[in-house]
C-alpha cells in the first residue's frame, strides 16, 4: 500500500459530487435556454381577466370582421387583410399583433402593423421558420376593437430541402 491511499476513499467522493452538481448545472441551464419550451406570459392576469376576454371575443364576433393572414415567400413579411361583414375592407384601423412559431412559443415577435390599401395591413419581421405560425392579432378603429388569433402556415423556401 501506498502512503497516499488513505486519499483514494475521499477523491472518489469529491469526483462523484463534482460530476453530480456539473450534471445538475447542465441540465438546468439546457431547461432555461430551450428555445422550443414556452410559458404562456402574465398567464396568471390571463386567468383571474377570463370573463373579460371571452366577452372581447363576443364583441369581436358580433362585430363581424374576418381577418386573413399571409406570410411572403422567404418569411421577410406578413399581411393581414381585414373585412367587416358584407365583405368590405376594413381601413384606418390600429392592428398589433403578436406571432410566433409554435415549435419555439418562446419567441414571440410583437408589431405594429402598417395600414396599406384596401383593408391590407403589412408586418415587416422574420417570418422564414416554416412551419405552423400563430398570429393573436388586436385591430381597433374607434369604439370597435377586434380580436383574433390566426394560424398560418410558412412554406419552406424554394431550393431549401429538410
Same mark, same amino acid.
Given at each position: 500500500?501506498?502512503?497516499?491511499?488513505?486519499?483514494?476513499?475521499?477523491?472518489?467522493?469529491?469526483?462523484?459530487?463534482?460530476?453530480?452538481?456539473?450534471?445538475?448545472?447542465?441540465?438546468?441551464?439546457?431547461?432555461?435556454?430551450?428555445?422550443?419550451?414556452?410559458?404562456?406570459?402574465?398567464?396568471?392576469?390571463?386567468?383571474? &381577466?377570463?370573463?373579460?376576454?371571452?366577452?372581447?371575443? &363576443?364583441?369581436?364576433?358580433?362585430?363581424?370582421?374576418?381577418?386573413?393572414?399571409?406570410?411572403?415567400?422567404?418569411?421577410?413579411?406578413?399581411?393581414?387583410?381585414?373585412?367587416?361583414?358584407?365583405?368590405?375592407?376594413?381601413?384606418?384601423?390600429?392592428?398589433?399583433?403578436?406571432?410566433?412559431?409554435?415549435?419555439?412559443?418562446?419567441?414571440?415577435?410583437?408589431?405594429?402593423?402598417?395600414?396599406?390599401?384596401?383593408?391590407?395591413?403589412?408586418?415587416?419581421?422574420?417570418?422564414?421558420?416554416?412551419?405552423?405560425?400563430?398570429?393573436?392579432?388586436?385591430?381597433?378603429?374607434?369604439?370597435?376593437?377586434?380580436?383574433?388569433?390566426?394560424?398560418?402556415?410558412?412554406?419552406?423556401?424554394?431550393?431549401?430541402? &429538410?
Amino acid at each position: 500500500m501506498s502512503r497516499y491511499s488513505w486519499l483514494l476513499g475521499p477523491a472518489i467522493v469529491g469526483v462523484t459530487v463534482l460530476t453530480s452538481l456539473t450534471g445538475a448545472v447542465a441540465l438546468v441551464h439546457h431547461a432555461h435556454s430551450d428555445p422550443s419550451f414556452a410559458i404562456e406570459e402574465d398567464y396568471y392576469d390571463k386567468a383571474v &381577466r377570463w370573463d373579460e376576454s371571452a366577452a372581447e371575443r &363576443r364583441k369581436s364576433e358580433a362585430l363581424g370582421w374576418s381577418v386573413a393572414v399571409s406570410v411572403a415567400r422567404g418569411g421577410e413579411s406578413a399581411r393581414i387583410e381585414l373585412v367587416d361583414r358584407g365583405g368590405s375592407p376594413v381601413e384606418g384601423a390600429a392592428v398589433s399583433v403578436e406571432a410566433f412559431h409554435n415549435a419555439r412559443a418562446s419567441d414571440v415577435r410583437r408589431v405594429e402593423a402598417a395600414p396599406a390599401a384596401g383593408g391590407v395591413y403589412e408586418m415587416a419581421g422574420d417570418f422564414t421558420r416554416p412551419g405552423a405560425w400563430e398570429f393573436r392579432i388586436r385591430a381597433a378603429r374607434g369604439p370597435d376593437v377586434f380580436v383574433a388569433m390566426v394560424r398560418a402556415n410558412v412554406a419552406r423556401p424554394e431550393g431549401v430541402k &429538410r
